[in-house]
């Protein structure tokens, strides 16, 4: 499993070591724009929306999404 951080259309980041933690149960702790190690490793500036996907997305979805989002918050 991986987690891949996109901003504004762009990767910025990625990591194959998120382990197996299933983030749709209530008890589970997720941290989101930052590192729960308080690391000091945190986005800077608005999470308008976030979007999880299970499983692989090809890049005309990938790339359809990002264009509406864009065209959502007027990016």
Do not use: C, F
């Not at 990625?14 to 382990?19: A, E, F, T, Y």
């Not at 209530?26 to 930052?34: D, F, K, N, P, R």
Request: glycine share 10%; no cysteine; charged share 15%.
């Amino acid at each position: 499993m991986s987690l891949e951080l996109r901003v504004n259309g762009v990767q910025v980041a990625m990591s194959s070591q998120v382990g197996s933690v299933d983030v749709s149960n209530a008890g589970a702790h997720v941290g989101i724009g930052s590192y729960i190690s308080n690391s000091g490793q945190n986005l800077d500036g608005d999470i308008a929306e976030m979007i999880a996907i299970k499983g692989p997305v090809s890049q005309n979805d990938l790339t359809t999404l990002e264009m509406t989002l864009k065209s959502k918050y007027s990016l």
